[in-house]
């Protein structure tokens, strides 16, 4: 981020629902990226469910669990933000689809799969299997990418940025920049008296 963003930033109430979702999903609000992990406090998912309400956008419940953080320890909410016609028609995707047996999934509804991976997601926060690297593919990102990420473990890439890149490093860093820029661009809206309801509903 920029100087000047990273300041605006210092101005605000970083601890707000608004300004998390500024700070964690702009790609995903201003239509280019599917979805985007959140975490609040428990007490706050209700807030993050009603700003959703009547836009394009909706939550999913993957865990909520203890967390420590340096001054408490509290009850902490883990949440998939998506746009709704993105990750449907995202999670049709042959490669998508293909990955996704590999990995073991059954049902392929679009209910069935958030709810598989929830479940499998909450395993993993519990301790009884281990992290489900499929995460990738319902946080949108390219099927190459999670596929190479899988095959090995997470090393050898290309580039590192919203996520480690396999191939096609010149597409993925522009696409990278471009995130940035929506989050640069919510911050400022933000920091100037704009509701991020008000971004929700026209995005």
Same mark, same amino acid.
């Given at each position: 981020?920029?100087?000047?963003?990273?300041?605006?930033?210092?101005?605000?109430?970083?601890?707000?629902?608004?300004?998390?979702?500024?700070?964690?999903?702009?790609?995903?609000?201003?239509?280019? %990226?599917?979805? =985007?992990?959140?975490?609040?406090?428990?007490?706050?998912?209700?807030? $993050?469910?009603?700003?959703?309400? =009547?836009?394009?956008?909706?939550?999913?419940?993957?865990?909520?669990? %203890?967390?420590?953080?340096?001054?408490?320890?509290?009850?902490?909410? $883990?949440?998939?933000?998506?746009?709704?016609?993105?990750?449907? =028609?995202?999670?049709?995707?042959?490669?998508?689809?293909?990955?996704?047996?590999?990995?073991?999934?059954?049902?392929?509804?679009?209910?069935?799969?958030?709810?598989?991976?929830?479940?499998?997601?909450?395993?993993?926060? =519990?301790?009884?299997?281990?992290?489900?690297?499929?995460?990738?593919?319902?946080?949108?990102?390219?099927?190459?990418? $999670?596929?190479?990420?899988?095959?090995?473990?997470?090393?050898?890439?290309?580039?590192?940025?919203?996520?480690?890149?396999?191939?096609?490093?010149?597409?993925?860093?522009?696409?990278?920049?471009?995130?940035?820029?929506?989050?640069?661009?919510?911050?400022?809206?933000?920091?100037?008296?704009?509701?991020?309801?008000? $971004?929700?509903?026209?995005?």
């Amino acid at each position: 981020m920029t100087q000047e963003t990273l300041e605006r930033i210092t101005t605000m109430d970083t601890a707000s629902v608004e300004t998390q979702i500024a700070l964690h999903c702009a790609p995903m609000i201003m239509g280019l %990226k599917t979805s =985007n992990l959140l975490i609040v406090p428990e007490s706050q998912t209700v807030c $993050v469910q009603r700003l959703l309400w =009547n836009t394009k956008m909706e939550s999913f419940l993957l865990y909520t669990g %203890k967390q420590r953080t340096a001054e408490k320890e509290m009850y902490k909410t $883990v949440l998939l933000l998506y746009r709704i016609s993105f990750l449907r =028609n995202y999670l049709q995707d042959a490669q998508v689809v293909h990955l996704l047996r590999n990995a073991g999934y059954k049902d392929f509804s679009f209910e069935g799969l958030l709810h598989q991976f929830a479940s499998r997601y909450r395993a993993y926060r =519990n301790g009884t299997r281990d992290f489900p690297h499929e995460m990738g593919i319902f946080l949108g990102y390219p099927p190459a990418d $999670v596929q190479g990420f899988i095959q090995n473990n997470g090393k050898y890439f290309l580039y590192a940025g919203y996520w480690k890149v396999y191939e096609n490093q010149a597409q993925k860093t522009k696409l990278f920049y471009y995130y940035d820029l929506a989050a640069e661009l919510l911050i400022r809206l933000l920091s100037q008296g704009v509701r991020i309801k008000d $971004v929700l509903v026209s995005a």
